[in-house]
């Protein structure tokens, strides 16, 4: 979702419309904040629809329903590093076909470089050491051990390294926005 959230902002700054918004007596923070909350929202209402299923297919959260608000903040946290991210790419690149070769480089390392497919204690030394660094490993880890295991102290040292990366991450894309937005109403 990092990914389609960061495209309109590319097309945007493509097609000069993001000046456009610029140029407007609009706060240059609602260009940003608009877009996380539609991600967040979007990433829930999927969650959601996803959890209604496996409740009608005979799943229950070990959590209860706190569970399940626990693991929307997980997702929520997970969704503002990728978008914040994914966004500071799309204001650095030069061009989309740049955005988006970074991009297809970048996800599916991500994704297989992390505990969704193998558990941590079976991968090899090196991969555990990488996929210990992906967020992603502890948004899964949160949310497989809230609906299995119910909660555990380990939920809540997922839920910090969440938030620390979705911290640096929105510092990061934050950064590169004002960096670019400047230079694209300065010129």
Request: aromatic content about 8%.
């Amino acid at each position: 979702n990092g990914v389609s959230g960061a495209m309109p902002l590319l097309w945007d700054k493509e097609t000069g419309y993001l000046d456009r918004l610029m140029s407007m007596p609009i706060a240059r923070s609602s260009v940003i904040v608009s877009r996380f909350v539609f991600q967040v929202a979007q990433q829930s209402a999927q969650i959601l629809l996803v959890v209604l299923v496996a409740l009608v297919l005979g799943v229950r959260i070990a959590a209860g329903p706190l569970g399940l608000l626990v693991i929307l903040v997980a997702a929520a946290l997970l969704t503002m590093s990728v978008t914040a991210a994914f966004s500071a790419l799309a204001y650095a690149v030069p061009q989309h076909g740049t955005f988006f070769a970074i991009a297809g480089f970048v996800t599916l390392p991500l994704l297989f470089m992390s505990n969704a497919f193998v558990p941590l204690d079976a991968m090899p030394g090196w991969m555990e050491a990488v996929a210990r660094l992906n967020p992603l490993t502890y948004a899964i880890e949160a949310m497989r051990t809230l609906v299995v295991d119910g909660w555990d102290a380990g939920v809540g040292w997922s839920l910090v390294v969440l938030a620390l990366v979705a911290v640096a991450c929105l510092a990061a894309g934050t950064r590169q926005f004002r960096k670019r937005t400047g230079e694209r109403v300065q010129g």
